[in-house]
């Protein structure tokens, strides 16, 4: 399909696949992801992935560049046959033609060398570790099935693969977590030579096992002060060792960017398969129905599986800014203005004045940008407030 000519937020950008299978739940996982199922419902999963590929109505082309993403759940977990399976289907459908990144996210102690190998010779050229924390208590605490020397070992393997991009994520204000055990698991990751890092603050989500071992007092966490210190020091440790705070949470060095999350920053429409996938299209979300047998059975008897939420103008442009302003580089406000119809000077200036003169929002010369500066990024969510409609 041609796609050239095209804006690029006229065309599908990036395509995502979701796998929705775990060795085991984390206790603080509250994300769309199973533990117990067996082989026989993977392979009919991944049967039922590829049907979805195959039957996709594209109402936008796909930019032969798309990025290419498997998240999870662990898309490491699936046997290198079915990963196979649905990278075939990607391909024979246009989805995969010359990406410019195609990523999965592993878990240590789910891959080996030969599994490794196989993703790089099937055309992953990035891989994104679940590592969270390289001391074993802390990974015990919140129910990781792996150790840290799995950890260490698996992004070992990854590097003798042939993966030169490789991002690990990491947790801070873990249960018993002291800031020399961070600083213990930052030195050694920065160590592995990787060059990206994902670095999140633990959320106790609501109905997750970890918030009722929280609430009786079961599980202690870092109190408030301890966790916003461990925050500023990941900042200034990162830093110091040459990472670039290139979104709120990601950390790059040598601009090793994720192009496929850029994607998302950047406001840009993406396809996304399987179950509770989400895609986009620039003014509609999808989102898959979330239950794997569900998920499988829709598939097979061609009920539709999605729920369509249709994005007010208002809506998508606060979208944009809040996903723009995400990132270091902010938002292009000529792209604000050719993609909504809005001066975004004109019709917030006065609210963004106060935050400019505090220094938290920045002004490129030419006056065409806005993005936050690293104090802004502090205080994102009063900023991102102002293009909020409702
Ligand atoms: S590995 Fe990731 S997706 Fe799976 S249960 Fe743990 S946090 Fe959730």
Redo the contacts with the bound molecule.
Sequence with gaps: MQSTNLQPYKQIQGVYVHIPF?R???L??D?N?Y?GFGADVMAAYVGAVCREIAGYSKDLPVNANASIYFG???PSLLPVDCIEQIVSALKQYGYWQQPREASIEA?PGTVDLAKLKALRQMGFDRISF?VQSLNDDELRAIG?VHNSEQALEAIDLAKQAGFTRINADVIYGLPGQTMASLQNTLTQLVATGIEHLSVYGLIVEDGTPLQKLVDAGKIILPDEDEAADMYEFVQAFLKARGFERYEISNYARNGAYSKHNLVYWHYYPYAAFGAGACGFNGSARFTGTPAVRNYIEGITNGKPVYDVERLMPAVQFEEFMFMGLRKKSGVNLLQAKERFGVDVRQKFGAELAPFIARGLIKNDEDGHNISLTEAGMEVGNQIFEIFVTD
Excluded: D, P
Aim: net charge positive; charged share 15%; hydrophobic share 15%.
């Design positions: 775990c085991q739940k984390c603080y996982c994300f992801s533990a999870g759940g662990t878990n679940g990781r």
